[in-house]
T-cell receptor, first 114, second 111 residues
Framework: DAGVTQSPTHLIKTRGQQVTLRCSPK?????VSWYQQALGQGPQFIFQ???????QRGNFPDRFSGHQFPNYSSELNVNALLLGDSALYLC?????????????FGPGTRLTVT | TQLLEQSPQFLSIQEGENLTVYCNSS?????LQWYRQEPGEGPVLLVT?????EVKKLKRLTFQFGDARKDSSLHITAAQPGDTGLYLC???????????FGAGTTVTVRA
């Protein structure tokens, strides 16, 4: 049973550039959430996608955008990168319906902005 | 401001000792999850608690959800070096799809 997968593993970008991160959810899951984890902190919620729509958004600027595809995979796009965007970006998946609250995380993408 | 406050921030103990990590909030949660995270990796789900007063055991780990569903604790008995890691609590409130995380507790178990 494949878990949540993310690509790439590591990425180095320059200030002002744009980046796209990718996520494939755990088998059987249709809901994908993205989190940003700065060094030494807990993950912060960016947004959640369900049925190809953004269902909820955290306190992140419009530079952060996303997309969910019909196969439930998702992309996170960040425009006009700032040094402060350097972090571990985590994708989590769950079933969008039912009573299960459990979310499963991928290994993350380490983004470094120079 | 963190919705969930974890304490302590750091914990270093000798192998065989016991430890407890606390997760507190003024908000009520419909569920609370505990994760363990290794450096450079994603959090791994340990347990989910949903009922006030619920106690769950996972080998040497005991998790408790407060009666009012505002707090939780993680107790490790006879800690081993393999228990070393960052422990994160995360709560989900009613009508809220996101998980709100604590800042984490870094546990180091010395052999």
């Amino acid at each position: 049973d494949a878990g949540v997968t993310q690509s790439p593993t590591h990425l180095i970008k320059t200030r002002g550039q744009q980046v796209t991160l990718r996520c494939s959810p755990k088998s059987g899951h249709d809901t994908v959430s993205w989190y940003q984890q700065a060094l030494g902190q807990g993950p912060q919620f960016i947004f959640q996608y369900y049925e190809e729509e953004e269902r909820q958004r955290g306190n992140f600027p419009d530079r952060f955008s996303g997309h969910q595809f019909p196969n439930y995979s998702s992309e996170l796009n960040v425009n006009a990168l700032l040094l402060g965007d350097s972090a571990l970006y985590l994708c989590a998946s769950r079933s969008g319906t039912g009573t299960s609250y459990e979310q499963y995380f991928g290994p993350g993408t380490r983004l470094t902005v120079t | 401001t963190q919705l969930l406050e974890q304490s302590p921030q750091f914990l270093s103990i000798q192998e065989g000792e016991n430890l407890t990590v606390y997760c507190n909030s003024s908000s009520v949660f419909s569920s609370l999850q505990w994760y363990r995270q290794e450096p450079g990796e994603g959090p791994v789900l340990l347990v989910t608690v949903v009922t006030g007063g619920e106690v769950k055991k996972l080998k040497r780990l005991t998790f408790q959800f407060g009666d009012a569903r505002k707090d939780s604790s993680l107790h490790i008995t006879a800690a081993q070096p393999g228990d070393t890691g960052l422990y994160l609590c995360a709560g989900q409130r009613s009508n809220d799809y996101k998980l709100s995380f604590g800042a984490g507790t870094t546990v180091t178990v010395r052999a």
